[in-house]
């Protein structure tokens, strides 16, 4: 099956720095990658899509000078967190989507970054 | 609205029960839908994706889908304790870019 790997897969940071978190399409490309965000006991919410080398698409609400996305290549795409803060503390989770036989599209989740900032 | 709606549970079974889980969404253009499982500290895992009304098996899940009603639901057969995570309904959107995710619920499988 389609494998997307996240590095690293938990940081602690003090506040005002930057992290960087990468993910990967192991063994597919991924044209469009997705970011997401996850408080505890809340749901994903989606933060921004990312599409093989153009600018990321922010959902409303999320700060595109702060979160950072970058989709250099057709398996990979990073994400900046731009002086962290507390609030910023969160489970962060990519995906990438698959074509699959058939013509539907499948996305695939790599398998987190907690991010604990100080 | 909430494009999304599930019930947060926790829902409780008995190991070998059948557990069903609901899921409705408001996008009546909707065409794709996925139940993902997720245990706690984890990221999303994919069981079930269904494209069309009726129902799909795979092994003990089965995916039932119905777009009049715009009802999409997941059962679980045979129910085991290692089922106990958090199940989550999520719809592609209405630009077809992204999936949308219901809030989850809550499974717990007592042996």
């Known amino acids: 099956g389609a494998v997307v790997s996240q590095h690293p897969s938990w940081v602690i940071c003090k506040s005002g720095t930057s992290v960087k978190i990468e993910c990967r399409s192991l063994d597919f490309q991924a044209t469009t990658m997705f970011w997401y965000r996850q408080f505890p006991k809340q749901s994903l919410m989606l933060m921004a899509t990312?599409?093989?080398?153009?600018?990321?698409?922010?959902e409303q609400g999320v700060e595109k000078d702060k979160f950072l996305i970058n989709h250099a290549s057709l398996t990979l795409s990073t994400l900046t967190v731009t002086s962290a803060h507390p609030e910023d503390s969160s489970f962060y989770i990519c995906?990438?989507?698959?074509?699959?036989?058939?013509?539907?599209?499948?996305?695939?989740f790599g398998p987190g970054t907690r991010l604990t900032v100080l | 609205q909430k494009e999304v709606e599930q019930n947060s549970g926790p829902l409780s079974v008995p190991e070998g029960a059948i557990a069903s889980l609901n899921c409705t969404y408001s996008?009546?253009?909707?065409?794709?839908f996925f139940w993902y499982r997720q245990y706690s500290g984890k990221s999303p895992e994919l069981i079930m994706s269904?494209?069309?009304?009726g129902d799909k098996e795979d092994g003990r899940f089965t995916a039932q889908l119905n777009k009049a009603s715009q009802y999409v639901s997941l059962l679980i057969r045979d129910s085991q304790p290692s089922d106990s995570a958090t199940y989550l309904c999520?719809?592609?959107?209405?630009?077809?870019?992204?999936?949308?995710f219901g809030k989850g619920t809550t499974l717990s499988v007592s042996s």
């Open positions: 996008d009546r253009g909707s065409q794709s």
């Open positions: 269904i494209y069309s009304n």
């Open positions: 995906s990438a989507r698959a074509r699959l036989a058939g013509g539907y599209n499948e996305q695939f």
């Open positions: 999520a719809v592609i959107n209405q630009a077809g870019t992204a999936l949308i």
């Open positions: 990312s599409n093989e080398g153009s600018k990321a698409t922010y």
